[in-house]
């Protein structure tokens, strides 16, 4: 079993900052991307952020320059550094995986639970 908990999310003012968390645990060989969705009711789910398997990063247009993703190999975590938040980042926001698991050796695609991140004053 793998398993993705996602923390850090919150109610926080226009031009803040918060910080997520995403640890991947459970039966891992080998975690070959990471990357942050968010969604909005009513809308798709969209990628913010992604560590491809290469370590090259990539971000949604909306975000550059204001959000900074990171992965820590040693401990199977993500995360996202979000400053300058506007309102319009208001979403819940999910951490998404592709890895090798042990048993069964298999390619798998994960995703946490979601953390809600609002950006109100």
């Known amino acids: 079993q793998v398993q993705l908990v996602e923390s850090g999310g919150g109610l926080v003012q226009p031009g803040g900052s918060l910080r997520l968390s995403c640890v991947a645990s459970?039966?891992?060989?080998?975690?070959?991307?990471m990357a942050w969705y968010r969604q909005v009711p009513g809308n798709q789910r969209e990628l913010v952020a992604a560590?491809?398997?290469?370590?090259?990063?990539v971000y949604a247009d909306s975000v550059k320059g204001r959000f900074t993703m990171s992965k820590d190999n040693a401990k199977n975590t993500a995360y996202l550094q979000m400053n300058n938040l506007k309102p319009e980042d208001t979403a819940v926001y999910y951490c998404?995986?592709?890895?090798?698991?042990?048993?069964?050796?298999?390619?798998?695609?994960?995703w946490g639970q979601g953390t809600q991140v609002t950006v109100s004053s």
């Open positions: 560590v491809n398997s290469d370590d090259t990063i």
């Open positions: 459970g039966s891992i060989f080998k975690i070959y991307s």
């Open positions: 998404n995986a592709d890895l090798l698991t042990i048993a069964p050796t298999k390619e798998t695609e994960y």
